[in-house]
């Protein structure tokens, strides 16, 4: 009983935990998908406050891994961006 | 009929005066080539994020028109002569939002 409550305990503080060294430490990323959904804001690379977002400091395109997106959003969102950079938006 | 989106960024130093003109050339190329233009916005003086051929700022132009592929053609075949402009990006869209505006004209 003592190890599964030890156990339980474990996990919660896990959470918290950056497990990645590209996320930000205010920034923390929900499990489902942001962007799909019936209020997921539109992905367009005009939009650049969107892209902003899963984009590193040093401007590389975070992993869905890290950001849970889904594959779908995914490839609409790296083509979005490279059309902004292709413009100079960003 | 298809449905495209077109951005210009012009060159911001010798052709701010002559930014006005440029459109309205465009614009009646797309016109003259079985095309209809909907809307233009003006994004006004942006800095650009890195150097682009010796250049920090740009004049962006954004075109929202119908057309087919040789209006395109037509178009890129034009811009590609001219000394005017830094970049061009045409993008096919399925529908039109009009009513959105991403920028504001605001001098950065």
């Known amino acids: ?90 | 009929m298809n449905n495209y989106e077109h951005t210009i960024i012009v060159k911001q130093d010798k052709f701010e005066n002559q930014s006005k003109q440029i459109i309205t050339k465009y614009e009646n190329l797309i016109n003259i080539n079985s095309g209809k233009v909907l809307k233009t916005e003006d994004w006004g003086l942006r800095s650009l994020s890195r150097i682009i051929k010796n250049n920090k700022r740009g004049l962006y132009f954004h075109i929202k028109f119908e057309g087919t592929g040789e209006t395109i053609e037509e178009l890129e075949k034009a811009e590609n002569i001219d000394e005017m402009l830094i970049r061009f990006l045409t993008i096919k869209v399925k529908e039109h939002d009009l009513k959105k505006e991403y920028f504001d004209k605001k001098e950065y």
């Open chain 1, 1 to 90: 009983m003592k190890r599964k409550k030890n156990f339980k305990k474990n996990t919660k503080s896990n959470k918290n935990k950056k497990f990645n060294l590209f996320q930000r430490a205010d920034l923390k990323f929900s499990k489902i998908c942001p962007l799909s959904g019936k209020d997921a804001p539109e992905i367009d690379y005009k939009n650049i406050k969107l892209l902003k977002k899963y984009l590193s400091e040093s401007g590389r395109i975070l992993p869905s891994r890290v950001t849970s997106v889904s594959l779908k959003k995914q490839k609409e969102l790296a083509r979005s961006i490279k059309r902004a950079r292709l413009l100079a938006l960003i």
